[in-house]
């Protein structure tokens, strides 16, 4: 059984990208740090149009306060060369309002990583782009 030879890459509308994040829980940040561009991969929530994660005090959270930022998120299946991958562009900030931290604490967004990570991050869109391969 061979791979299949004909290729399409297209273009994700928006609607699709968006079921596509919300159909995720892991993808990656990336940011400027100190003029050095940085890729960290976090666990993440799709929640009210933004991406949200949680981090400890560090360069992330500095970071995100400073520069642009994106976040990916992607699936891959290396067998048959196809997949899709969803990119977000916008401004990071973190989350103070008390309001919404309570309605961000009831999301399941346990961080995998070890720390405190009690600092809640979102990424406002100011475009989602995504691509698909098939």
Same mark, same amino acid.
């Given at each position: 059984?061979?791979?299949?030879?004909?290729?399409?890459?297209e273009?994700l509308? &928006?609607?699709?990208? !968006?079921?596509?994040?919300?159909?995720?829980?892991? /993808?990656? +940040?990336? =940011?400027?740090? $100190?003029? &050095?561009?940085?890729? !960290?991969?976090?666990?993440y929530?799709?929640?009210? /149009?933004? +991406?949200? =994660?949680?981090? $400890?005090?560090?360069a992330?959270?500095?970071?995100?306060?400073?520069?642009?930022?994106?976040?990916? +998120?992607?699936?891959?299946?290396?067998?048959?060369?196809?997949g899709?991958?969803?990119?977000?562009?916008?401004?990071?900030?973190? +989350?103070?309002?008390?309001?919404?931290?309570?309605?961000?604490?009831?999301?399941p967004?346990?961080?995998?990583?070890?720390?405190?990570?009690?600092?809640?991050?979102?990424?406002?869109?100011?475009?989602?782009?995504g691509?698909?391969?098939?």
């Amino acid at each position: 059984m061979g791979v299949p030879m004909s290729r399409r890459l297209e273009s994700l509308p &928006v609607e699709e990208c !968006l079921r596509l994040l919300e159909s995720r829980s892991v /993808g990656r +940040v990336a =940011f400027i740090d $100190d003029g &050095v561009p940085q890729v !960290l991969p976090v666990n993440y929530r799709f929640h009210e /149009g933004t +991406v949200v =994660f949680r981090t $400890d005090y560090g360069a992330l959270l500095d970071a995100v306060h400073l520069s642009a930022t994106a976040f990916e +998120v992607d699936a891959i299946d290396a067998d048959y060369r196809t997949g899709w991958s969803v990119v977000v562009h916008g401004k990071a900030e973190e +989350v103070w309002r008390p309001e919404e931290l309570a309605r961000l604490r009831d999301l399941p967004l346990r961080p995998w990583a070890p720390g405190h990570r009690d600092h809640y991050v979102r990424i406002l869109p100011n475009a989602i782009t995504g691509r698909r391969i098939s």
